[in-house]
């Protein structure tokens, strides 16, 4: 039988939260002493807890004193190379953004010369109205309508009365 999904909110009745904590302590620990066999790597946890005077520590305090020293005789480099702070983490997320948007803004100004350019040839807009701050951006439009037209036309196995055989 598949577990029930548990929806993560504070527990306002203590036994229960109590025992929840100590089942998540142990599952914790449990996959900590996993992690440590299975992938041959030494690691350490330390719980502090309201239910308990002292803090649980895993696997024990000398061996948890040890890989925390050897953690902190580690260069800063070292010690931060994968450490996401928040504020690396926003830069990254708006550095991402800000990149779609870019991608967004070019998408949205070739959709414009493009509608532009087919009001133009059905007599809607006059091609005096064309800004040419844009050509550049019509020049690729006009390129890559007329490539995907001849793939089109080969498609169809339609000559091209202007193209020399």
Request: net charge positive.
């Amino acid at each position: 039988m598949p577990r029930r999904k548990v929806t993560l909110a504070y527990m306002p009745n203590e036994s229960e939260r109590k025992a929840s904590f100590n089942k998540r302590k142990k599952g914790l620990i449990k996959k900590a002493s996993e992690l440590c066999t299975l992938c041959a790597v030494d690691g350490c946890a330390i719980i502090y807890s309201p239910y308990e005077s002292q803090p649980v520590v895993w696997p024990s305090p000398e061996e948890t004193t040890d890989v925390l020293s050897r953690y902190n005789g580690l260069p800063d480099t070292a010690q931060t190379r994968k450490v996401t702070n928040q504020e690396s983490l926003t830069q990254q997320r708006l550095k991402k953004v800000k990149k779609e948007l870019n991608r967004l803004q070019i998408e949205n100004k070739r959709k414009e010369v493009e509608s532009f350019m087919y009001k133009c040839m059905a007599g809607i807009k006059k091609p005096e109205e064309f800004d040419m701050a844009n050509a550049d951006v019509m020049k690729s439009v006009v390129e890559q309508t007329a490539r995907d037209l001849s793939l089109r036309m080969g498609e169809l196995n339609i000559v091209d009365p202007n193209r020399n055989n």
